[in-house]
Every structure is written in structure tokens, then in C-alpha cells.
């Protein structure tokens, strides 16, 4: 059964940077060739997408975080790992990791995402 | 970016009643060469992730119940939730996938009446 965690320091400083890793069991994350996602939640409000990677290495990231995100992964580890530079208290969220949930022939590049990690709180404060 | 949105914010429904959610997206998802609209649904219970319910705008996950079905096209589209049951409280979501940057309703909240 295809299972996700995400982990990381629950509590960043301003300006610093937020580093969080996805752990993913049930599938191999760099040969599935499914997608690999981070979505975020501020506590109370929606969903907002943070960026994609895909098997072949490369990345898509939301334009209004795009100088900020770095999405990476490694095979060795079965991982995903987000870091985001320069973080403020608009930062504070609980950041989901998530697979590209389309299976077989008709996906598009992009597609639903299941299923999701539980998710980490990450609050950012001095 | 498309942006969608989610019709009412709340609604209370009483159990076994229809529960009825819109999501209209600011641009077409529909991709006419496949006939496919970009659309994904999501139910989202207190502290836990979104679960997805429906893709394709219209085609069920496997394991959700009957009674959850997605409906519309182009710009338009339908959350319904047939015969509320107590375990349907949750806020609902719905998706774009037809171009990047990937968006998000702001989500619609049930609640039992």
C-alpha cells in the first residue's frame, strides 16, 4: 500500500529557510513514473499548489513561489524534499506531499493528486 | 492562472438530503480533442489531507460511494452528494489540472442541518 510522510522542523525563523521531506513506501519514487507534488495549506484557508516533479529529473513550481522552492528527490532514500528560501509568516502552513494520481493511458502532464501525505505543520516564527 | 470558484462557501443539509456544490472555473478545462474536462473533486475531514473523490470531472474513485457524483463541462461544474450521511461532513475542493499553475477552489463546507 502506497504511503507518504512528511517530516521536518515544525517551527522555522523568518527569513530562514524551510526544509521538509517526503518519505514514500509502496512505490519506487524515481521509477513509477508518476509525478511527485508539494501542496500547501495556510491553517484555515485552501489548498495552493507548490510545484511538481517528474521521474525524468525535472521540475514545475508555481510562478508566485518559483524564486523561492526547490523540489528535489532521492532514489536512493525514496524521497522528495522541498526547501523554500526566505520564509515569512505567510510561510506558515501545513505543507502536503502528494503522488500524481493518474494511472494507465490518458494522463495528461498534469493530473489529480492521490494520495496525499498526512501533512506537517510548519509554523514560521521568531 | 485559472481561477476556480466554489459555490456556496456553506451549506447545512439535513441527513439523507441532496447536497449540491458548484465550482466554475475562469477559463475552459475542457480539452476538446480528448473530451475530457481537467476537473478533480477532494473531501477534506478536520486534520486530515484531501482525499480524492472524483477525476475527469465525472469518473469516481474506486471505494467512494455511489452516492458522491461530479457532473458539467467547460466552465461549470457539480458536486452532488445524494442522500448526506453524517460521515460526508467535510469541506470539498475542487481542481483544475488543464494548465499549470495548478489551482484550488476555496472550498465549500457541509454541515448536517
Known amino acids: 500500500q502506497l504511503q507518504l510522510q512528511e517530516s521536518g522542523p515544525g517551527l522555522v525563523e523568518p527569513s530562514e529557510t524551510l526544509s521538509l521531506t517526503c518519505t514514500v513506501s509502496g512505490d519506487s519514487i524515481g521509477s513509477s513514473g508518476h509525478p511527485w507534488g508539494w501542496i500547501r495549506q495556510p491553517p484555515g484557508k485552501g489548498l495552493e499548489w507548490i510545484g511538481t516533479m517528474f521521474y525524468s529529473g525535472s521540475t514545475h513550481y508555481n510562478p508566485s513561489l518559483k524564486s523561492r522552492v526547490t523540489i528535489s528527490m532521492d532514489t536512493s532514500k525514496n524521497q522528495l524534499s522541498l526547501n523554500l528560501t526566505s520564509v515569512t509568516v505567510a510561510d506558515t502552513a501545513v505543507y502536503f506531499c502528494?503522488?500524481?494520481?493518474?494511472?494507465?493511458?490518458?494522463?495528461?502532464?498534469?493530473?489529480?493528486?492521490?494520495?496525499w501525505g498526512p501533512g506537517a505543520l510548519v509554523t514560521v516564527s521568531s | 492562472d485559472i481561477v476556480m470558484t466554489q459555490s456556496p462557501d456553506s451549506l447545512a443539509v439535513s441527513l439523507g438530503e441532496r447536497a449540491t456544490i458548484n465550482c466554475k472555473s475562469s477559463q475552459s478545462v475542457l480539452y476538446t480533442s480528448s473530451s475530457k474536462n481537467y476537473l478533480a473533486w477532494y473531501q477534506q475531514k478536520p486534520r486530515q489531507p484531501p482525499k480524492l473523490l472524483i477525476y475527469w470531472a465525472s469518473t469516481r474513485e474506486a471505494g467512494v460511494p455511489e452516492r458522491f457524483s461530479g457532473s458539467g463541462s467547460g466552465t461549470d461544474f457539480t458536486l452532488t452528494i445524494n442522500s448526506l450521511q453524517a460521515e460526508d461532513v467535510a469541506v470539498y475542493y475542487c481542481q483544475q489540472y488543464y494548465n499549470t499553475p495548478l489551482t484550488f477552489g476555496g472550498g465549500t463546507k457541509v454541515e448536517i442541518k
Open positions: 502528494a503522488r500524481d494520481g493518474c494511472d494507465g493511458s490518458g494522463c495528461s502532464q498534469y493530473n489529480w493528486f492521490d494520495p
